[in-house]
T-cell receptor, first 116, second 114 residues
Framework: EADIYQTPRYLVIGTGKKITLECSQT?????MYWYQQDPGMELHLIHY???????EKGDLSSESTVSRIRTEHFPLTLESARPSHTSQYLC???????????????FGPGTRLTVL | KNQVEQSPQSLIILEGKNCTLQ??????????LRWYKQDTGRGPVSLTI?????NTKSNGRYTATLDADTKQSSLHITASQLSDSASYIC?????????????FGRGTQLTVWP
C-alpha cells in the first residue's frame, strides 16, 4: 500500500467555515495532485505541483487553494466553504521516470467533505 | 476531444463467476492505459498498466487487454470474490508532453453477491 496519507477522512462543517485538508507522502515524490470526485463520476484534477514552491491549477476550476512548502506536504484550503464544495477530495503523488515521464500516481484514501 | 468511456456503468455477478469490463478511449497521442480498483471510501489502486506495444497484462485473477488500433481495452476478472466488489476505473495517459496528463473514465461499479 502506498505511503500517502490524508486527514481528516470525513469532515462535516457549516457554510462559511475555513477548512484545510491535509495530504502528506513519505515516498519522496516530487509531483503531487489534488482531485475532486463526485459519486459515480470521474476524477477531476483541481491542483498539482511539480515540487516545492510550485503550484498549478488543474482542469476543473476550484475555489480552493494549495501550497507546497515541503516536498512531502500538499495541503488544500477552502477559505469559505459552501454546500457546492461537498465532494470527495483525493490526493495523489508520482515521481519522474527515467525518460522524463511521470510514473504511476499513488492515491491517498481521500477526504469526504460535507458542507451544510 | 480526449475522452474515456466505460461500460457497463454497473454490474452484479455471483461469487465465482467471471466478468469483463470495457473501456473505449479517444486520447491521442496515446502513452499508456491503466486499470484502477477503487474500494468504497478509498483511493484508487493500480491493477495493470499497458503501453502501446502491449496487448495483454495479467495481475492474478485480473487480465487486461488493449487494442491500440480500435482504442479499446477490457478488464477480465476470473473466479470473482466478494472482495472484488469495487469501482474499476480506466485511466489513459497521453504522451503529448512530460506532464503525464491523465484522462479518467467514470468507472464500472461491480458488485459480487455470495
Amino acid at each position: 500500500e502506498a505511503d500517502i496519507y490524508q486527514t481528516p477522512r470525513y469532515l462535516v462543517i457549516g457554510t462559511g467555515k475555513k477548512i484545510t485538508l491535509e495530504c502528506s507522502q513519505t515516498m519522496g515524490h516530487d509531483k503531487m495532485y489534488w482531485y475532486q470526485q463526485d459519486p459515480g463520476m470521474e476524477l477531476h484534477l483541481i491542483h498539482y505541483s511539480y515540487g516545492v514552491n510550485s503550484t498549478e491549477k488543474g482542469d476543473l476550476s476550484s475555489e480552493s487553494t494549495v501550497s507546497r512548502i515541503r516536498t512531502e506536504h500538499f495541503p488544500l484550503t477552502l477559505e469559505s466553504a459552501r454546500p457546492s464544495h461537498t465532494s470527495q477530495y483525493l490526493c495523489a503523488s508520482s515521481e519522474r521516470g527515467d525518460r522524463g515521464f511521470y510514473n504511476e500516481q499513488f492515491f491517498g484514501p481521500g477526504t469526504r467533505l460535507t458542507v451544510l | 476531444k480526449n475522452q474515456v468511456e466505460q461500460s457497463p456503468q454497473s454490474l452484479i455477478i455471483l461469487e465465482g463467476k467471471n466478468c469483463t469490463l470495457q473501456c473505449n478511449y479517444t486520447v491521442s497521442p496515446f502513452s499508456n492505459l491503466r486499470w484502477y480498483k477503487q474500494d468504497t471510501g478509498r483511493g484508487p489502486v493500480s491493477l495493470t498498466i499497458m503501453t502501446f506495444s502491449e496487448n495483454t497484462k495479467s495481475n492474478g485473477r485480473y487480465t487486461a487487454t488493449l487494442d491500440a488500433d480500435t482504442k479499446q481495452s477490457s478488464l477480465h476478472i476470473t473466479a470473482s470474490q466478494l472482495s472484488d466488489s469495487a469501482s474499476y476505473i480506466c485511466v489513459v495517459s497521453d504522451r503529448g508532453s512530460t506532464l503525464g496528463r491523465l484522462y479518467f473514465g467514470r468507472g464500472t461499479q461491480l458488485t459480487v453477491w455470495p
